[in-house]
């Protein structure tokens, strides 16, 4: 079956230290994305990649930091200058940059101790 | 930038009644509008897509429809289930070609509780 996997479920972070969420896309998608969802706030676009070794900053990249060497790979990487990590993260992939329907993953949950 | 709001935030019905959810966008320039369904703990579940050119789409019991000129969207919800229980969410995308194309602006969504 097609789909987005995120990896891991929920991941436990000691302050200080970085941590890489995975995601990965079997869709044959070009776009991917990463929100943030906190209560009360909705989602927040991290980072987002319209192909191959591209990737643009959204409204809360600070802190945060992706890679997109494959097509159906974007991993984020949560750094320690993130200041309020514990969210819970989405990844998202579309066939072209905004051009159609937008598919999430299961979502990673992060708590940072 | 684009504004959506979702009302009402919290919405609780019995079984079987007919439910309408709506969405609002400050900025008519879009793209596309989206409706997705989260369950509590879980990803977001692509329920309908309105390209801009469209009015409405529908799937089952459920209908959206998309009005630009006043800036709004309607999720109409037919003869409601306890398995509708969800948080609805809705999201539309900007349709200019300058740095913002392919954002997606969410809308903070409707917990819907449907009771048996």
């Known amino acids: 079956d097609g789909g987005i996997t995120q990896s891991p479920k929920y991941l436990f972070r000691k302050e200080g230290q970085n941590v890489t969420l995975s995601c990965e896309q079997n869709?044959?998608?070009?776009?991917m994305y990463w929100y943030r969802q906190d209560p009360g706030q909705g989602l927040r676009l991290i980072y987002y990649s319209q192909i191959v070794n591209d990737f643009q900053k959204g409204d809360i990249a600070e802190g945060y930091s992706v890679s997109r060497e494959k097509k159906e790979s974007f991993p984020l990487t949560v750094t320690s200058a993130q200041k309020n990590p514990t969210a819970f993260y989405l990844c998202a992939s579309s066939q072209t940059l905004n051009t159609g329907e937008l598919f999430f993953g299961e979502g990673s949950r992060l708590t940072v101790l | 930038k684009q504004e959506v709001t979702q009302i009402p935030a919290a919405l609780s019905v019995p079984e079987g009644e007919n439910l309408v959810l709506n969405c609002s966008f400050t900025d008519s320039a879009i793209y596309n509008l989206q409706w997705f369904r989260q369950d509590p703990g879980k990803g977001l579940t692509s329920l309908l897509l309105?390209?801009?050119?469209?009015r409405e789409q529908t799937s089952g019991r459920l209908n959206a429809s998309l009005d630009k000129s006043s800036g709004r969207s309607t999720l109409y919800i037919a003869a409601s289930q306890p398995g509708d229980s969800a948080t609805y969410l809705c999201a539309v995308s900007r349709s200019d070609r300058g740095s913002t194309l392919g954002r997606l602006y969410f809308g903070r969504g409707t917990q819907l509780t449907v009771w048996p």
């Open positions: 869709l044959n998608h070009d776009a």
């Open positions: 309105i390209q801009s050119s469209q």
